[in-house]
């Protein structure tokens, strides 16, 4: 009979293959799913998304009035919508691929298997003296070739046997092979038709285009063994799960969350005894009266020996008053300290302070800050034209208990820089970058852990 199937071809549940062996069945990322997504790596699926019927004869796909949308061979659905064998069903314009397969099922009813031959005969003997006989006595009285035939015949069920599981092994690798280079052409059309103004965005984009068409040049090439696509395949997760990343920062508009942030963010100045002096980022949190509390890092107000510095100051986006300032505390575990200064008139301050989130891998985020510090061109005088902060788009990549890494840029001077996320809402405070990577890679405090600075 012909058997209806849903294969997940991208997300969290790649591979996952469902049998439609009920004329109605939901979608979504509520465990009573009937095709259940995971709660936490296919996060563009709503909790009741979609459902999948039969009607007249045929299979109807609706939207439940999902977040995301429900897209049918790239065209997002506005009512039911009947899909056939091969069309590809997206939840969520970055979510998780299905596709409707169909095929021919035999139920084991159907098959026949013939019982196995009976052996010749033997001579009925007493128990105790068939007990006492060898192999070679009980042979003695079969004829030669029969005995010959049931070796022939066992040797041949091996070799038909290893031969057919060496064709089944290959034509797994095949069928998988086919699914993969599905899917990365799939990832490749999405990046293709996306572009961003952000620089550092735009890079990104192109390391993962090469990045994928290198991937689908090794599938092309792989041999078909099932063991040598295992890596490919955990390397087409990881591809998708940067694409989703960088397409979601190429699609996301950091305007409204600058526009609330960036008066609010400075350059820290920090001179020592010896002479030195070291330039940060820092950005105000809380504000009483005249009086405001500046957020920045622990490192950037010591010096290698851990001596405080002599003097601080704090100089505002787009200002070229310098305010002085005053070390208030450090933590004690992780690089962030803060600062209090005084603003004749008022303060300002990031608004909503309070509201912080915990971020997701593949988070669109907002860097504000000073790379590279005075060193780089003002315009002139940065005491006459002002400081000027830079923005710089970037998206969540890892997230553990200590720290919050970044894909984005940052410099000798970027740290303190505040995090924000699509909502404007704080996720951490950038203090370093990893090695070799040109400050691609940025590492940040989280933001709950330098809040409890702030009185």
Request: overall charge negative.
């Amino acid at each position: 009979m012909i058997a209806y199937r849903v294969t997940v071809l991208s997300g969290a549940r790649s591979g996952l293959v469902i049998e439609l062996d009920q004329d109605f069945l939901t979608i979504g990322r509520h465990p009573t799913s009937h095709i259940a997504f995971d709660p936490e790596g296919d996060r563009e699926v709503s909790i009741r998304h979609a459902a999948l019927f039969k009607h007249g004869g045929q299979w109807v796909l609706r939207d439940l009035g999902s977040t995301n949308g429900t897209f049918v061979n790239g065209e997002r659905i506005r009512a039911d919508r009947p899909v056939q064998p091969g069309d590809a069903i997206r939840l969520g314009p970055l979510g998780p691929e299905m596709s409707l397969t169909v095929s021919e099922d035999q139920s084991a009813d159907t098959l026949s298997i013939p019982p196995p031959l009976p052996d010749a005969p033997s001579q009925s003997l007493p128990l105790d003296q068939d007990s006492a006989m060898t192999g070679a006595d009980r042979n003695r009285g079969r004829p030669w070739w029969r005995r010959t035939a049931k070796w022939i015949g066992a040797g041949t069920l091996v070799i038909i046997g290893a031969g057919g599981y060496r064709w089944l092994q290959a034509h797994s690798a095949n069928t998988e092979r086919t699914r993969l280079v599905t899917h990365v052409d799939s990832l490749l059309g999405v990046l293709a038709a996306t572009q961003s103004e952000a620089s550092t965005v735009q890079d990104a984009l192109e390391e993962v285009i090469a990045n994928a068409q290198t991937l689908r040049q090794e599938l092309s090439d792989a041999q078909s063994r099932r063991g040598g696509l295992d890596r490919l395949s955990h390397a087409v997760d990881e591809t998708q799960t940067r694409q989703q990343a960088v397409v979601r920062a190429a699609r996301f508009d950091p305007a409204p969350v600058v526009a609330n942030a960036i008066d609010a963010v400075g350059l820290v100045s920090s001179q020592f005894v010896d002479g030195q002096s070291f330039t940060a980022t820092g950005f105000v949190v809380a504000t009483r009266g005249d009086t405001g509390w500046v957020l920045t890092s622990h490192h950037a107000i010591e010096d290698s020996l851990g001596r405080p510095a002599s003097q601080l100051g704090f100089v505002f986006h787009g200002s070229g008053q310098h305010f002085p300032a005053t070390r208030q505390a450090v933590h004690d575990s992780f690089d962030v300290a803060l600062l209090r200064l005084i603003v004749p008139g008022g303060v300002p301050s990031i608004a909503a302070p309070g509201l912080t989130i915990r971020p997701l891998p593949g988070d669109p985020v907002v860097i504000l800050s000073f790379p590279l510090g005075l060193d780089i061109p003002m315009g002139g005088d940065w005491r006459v034209v002002g400081v000027s902060a830079s923005v710089f788009l970037g998206s969540v990549s890892r997230i553990l208990p200590t720290l919050v890494q970044i894909d984005g840029y940052g410099a000798h001077g970027s740290s303190g820089s505040p995090v924000l996320g699509a909502n404007g809402a704080l996720i951490g405070v950038v203090y370093g970058g990893e090695v070799g990577t040109g400050g691609r890679v940025l590492y940040a405090v989280p933001i709950a852990e330098a809040l409890a600075l702030v009185p």
